[in-house]
């Protein structure tokens, strides 16, 4: 059975900080794309920052420069640090993953509330 388990959401005033983490069981991990998505309320669910197998990493142009995606493959965990948080931040975030070749497989975390607000 597949489970990626987002934890690390909250609130935070704008300008501050957050670490999420996915923990990733039921996949061979190392051989998965890991990445994390967002949806805000009345929006379309958006593709944040992934990270391949190979560690080759990719970010929406908002996030560059103050999001950083990294995976620790001896803990099957998949981390989103989050810094000068904005309140355009706040959404639900999505942990994913999916297979880097065929056949595609994907899998979703249930998500976590992030809270930018003052």
């Known amino acids: 059975q597949v489970q990626l388990v987002e934890s690390g959401g909250g609130w935070v005033q704008p300008g501050g900080s957050l670490r999420l983490s996915c923990a990733a069981s039921?996949?061979?991990?190392?051989?998965?794309?890991m990445g994390w998505y967002r949806q805000a309320p009345g929006k379309q669910r958006e593709l944040v920052a992934t990270?391949?197998?190979?560690?080759?990493?990719n970010y929406v142009n908002a996030v560059k420069g103050r999001f950083t995606i990294s995976r620790d493959f001896a803990k099957n965990t998949v981390y989103l640090q989050m810094n000068s948080l904005k309140p355009e931040d706040m959404a639900v975030y999505y942990c994913?993953?999916?297979?880097?070749?065929?056949?595609?497989?994907?899998?979703w975390g249930q998500g976590t509330q992030v809270t930018v607000s003052s």
């Open positions: 039921g996949i061979t991990f190392a051989r998965y794309t």
């Open positions: 994913n993953s999916h297979t880097e070749g065929l056949p595609y497989v994907a899998y």
């Open positions: 990270i391949s197998s190979a560690s080759g990493r």
